[in-house]
């Protein structure tokens, strides 16, 4: 199960819906280290769960928020759809909704 407990709780929603099964810290790129929170390899769609959004974390202060923008924009030309979300979207159930719609 994943690290993060919002992670927990989407895949748990995931499993629960009967969706895809995600690879959780999916690495994407074959140069850099970066990962994805979770992954549907074969159909290059991607979560991001971003936390600490309200209390200045590191995706919303500036290096942070521009290593962000470089690994979504790379990913983004390499063909994948990343889908990013903060940890209250999680809570409300907005990432299971938008899987279940560009999944099927």
Do not use: C
Not at 71 to 95: C, D, F, H
């Amino acid at each position: 199960m994943a690290k993060n407990p919002f992670l927990s709780i989407l895949v748990a929603s995931i499993k629960q819906e009967r969706l895809p099964t995600p690879v959780l810290e999916y690495r994407f790129h074959s140069i850099r280290r970066w990962r994805f929170d979770l992954a549907f390899p074969d159909r290059l769609v991607a979560v991001e769960i971003h936390g600490a959004v309200y209390s200045f974390g590191h995706h919303t202060r500036g290096r942070g928020f521009e290593d962000d923008r470089e690994k979504a924009n790379e990913a983004q030309i390499m063909g994948w759809r990343v889908l990013e979300y903060s940890t209250g979207q999680v809570k409300k159930g907005i990432p299971l909704l938008d899987l279940k719609r560009i999944l099927f």
